[in-house]
């Protein structure tokens, strides 16, 4: 990138960063309130908790009802820094407090299912809650099926940590503790999509800075199921630079992707058919849509739910909308800033369509960033538009960290990504 663009860049980023996404939407605060209109969203992280605050602020008169089963929401994003002892659990856990002081009913139950036709949510304790729009923010769900020898019951001895709640983060941060000096770390990672395309990469990173300092002759290696990733140049300028000597990477032309795993020894097996035993082990399996989408009959084929891309409604299904990781809404990552701009979208949809007004189109953007290393941070931005009713991204309106940067610069990226977790979870959950 020329200079002047990187100067450019960085100041867009320093105004996501402390400035709200609504305003850097393009969607003004509020529309004129629907009477008695009632929305019911089934899914509180945060896509749901988007979707539920955006309303409250675009549509005061509409009823909001969030159901989630968990009163407690461990964020994805900043989750490595837990792994790597560089945060505290605490830091990335959130509550749904917020959203009940914007006037959003909170309901913590266990949701049974949704029923798209009568669009409602169904709890475990037999209660029925309906609206007349149903959004459902059901997140992903692994594929048991695709490595042999993964599944439910082996998370508590080998973690996949996606990000899985407290259990499992506590559990892959407790491991590398008990490693051995000179042990070695593996992470499989899958091939797309999945969520937060750069997480294993940041979660390799930030291990590694934990190894370089606790444990300096242990490795971290990963097995990429991909021959490419998310931010490569990026993330290799600073392996090469912080970590040379601690991480190794090797893609499917190695035939790197995860097939089998033993539980007991920790050994992956590999598509070439390696062997990689692990003192720490973290396997990130294959994802889908979350099982309240697919027992719907919302998922296509591939195990992801098509959307109409200016609302998030699903086609065929009246009335109903699903938004975040489990949507087609390519080329959009599945990731917090993704789900937090799709909620809205969806939100002020629903919200103009309530009080008697047209869809208006708008952008949409995502912002992500990495941390390298507690002080190096790395990012990347993109904006799109509707082209029909697909997603779009807009050429040379998005960028990335310059490669060529300076420490000063990495050192100032990492303060943008706190600042940027702090507004986007303000910006969710209120």
Known sequence: MKPATNNRRRSVLRGLAGASVLAAAGLPPFATAASKAKVVIAGGGFAGASCALALRRFAPGIDVTLVDRQPTFVTGPFCNTVVSGVNPLSRITQTHDGLIAAGVHMIHAEIDGVDP????????????????????????????????????????????????????LTLLREQLHGMPSDGRVVITVPDNPYRCPPGPYERASLIAWFLKQHKPKATVTLLDAKDHFSKEP?????????????????????????????????????????????????????????????????????????????????????????????????????????????????????????????????????????????????????????????????????????????????????????????????????
Not at 119 to 142: N, Q, T, Y
Not at 384 to 393: M, R, T, V
Request: aromatic residues 8%.
């Open 117 to 168: 036709a009568a669009r409602s949510v169904h709890l475990a304790d037999g209660r029925r809650i309906g609206g007349d729009r149903l959004v459902v923010a059901p997140g992903i769900d692994f594929d048991w099926h695709a490595i042999d020898g993964y599944g439910p019951d082996a998370v508590t001895r080998v973690p996949h940590a996606w990000p899985g709640g407290a259990e499992q």
């Open 234 to 430: 990026l993330f290799r300028i600073g392996w090469d630079t912080r970590y040379p000597d601690h991480v190794r990477w090797h893609g499917r032309r190695e035939g790197a992707a995860a097939v089998a795993v033993d539980v007991a020894s920790k050994t992956v097996t590999t598509a070439g058919g390696d062997e990689f035993t692990a003192d720490a082990l973290n396997v990130i399996p294959p994802q889908r849509a979350g099982r309240l989408a697919l027992d719907a009959g919302l998922t296509d084929g591939a195990g992801w739910v098509p959307v109409a891309a200016h609302d998030f409604s699903v086609p065929g299904h009246a009335g109903v909308h699903v938004i975040g990781d489990a949507t087609h809404a390519e080329p959009m990552p599945k990731s917090g800033y993704a789900a937090n701009m799709q909620a809205k979208i969806c939100a002020f949809a629903i919200a103009r369509e309530l009080t008697g007004r047209t869809a208006a189109e708008t952008k949409m953007i995502n912002a992500c960033y990495s941390l390298v290393a507690p002080d190096y941070g790395i990012s990347v931005t993109e904006v799109y538009a509707l082209n029909g009713d697909s997603i779009a991204a807009v050429q040379n309106a998005g960028g990335i960290s310059a490669l060529a940067a300076d420490e000063t610069t990495r050192e100032a990226e990492s303060e943008y990504a706190r600042s940027w977790y702090r507004n986007i979870v303000h910006d969710s959950f209120g």
